[in-house]
């Protein structure tokens, strides 16, 4: 793996093997890939360095699930999926 791919957050690899896990007839031409990756890293970037404010706000160093799902709430994305992860993973303390 080159140096470019470790710093992503998600490579091509990982797209193909979703792909054909979930959708095994489905085929991304190259550029569409590249489009999935810089979109999704740059997302996850944003949320982090969101959700870090948050953490900073509450004078704590810990990032929780609780930032993160407020980050995600305030940009309207409302999934239910999304909340029982959440649940789980504050449960689990």
């Not at 791919?5 to 998600?10: G, H, P, T, V």
């Not at 999704?40 to 870090?52: P, T």
């Amino acid at each position: 793996m080159s140096k470019k791919n470790k710093d992503k957050l998600l490579n091509s690899n990982e797209i193909n093997k979703f792909l054909i896990k979930n959708h095994p007839n489905l085929i991304l031409e190259m550029r569409s890939k590249q489009f999935i990756e810089c979109y999704v890293n740059l997302y996850i970037k944003n949320l982090l360095k969101e959700s870090f404010l948050l953490t900073r706000h509450r004078k704590s160093k810990v990032l929780q699930a609780r930032d993160l799902k407020t980050t995600l709430l305030k940009n309207s994305i409302k999934t239910n999926k999304f909340a029982y992860v959440f649940e789980k993973v504050i449960k689990k303390k």
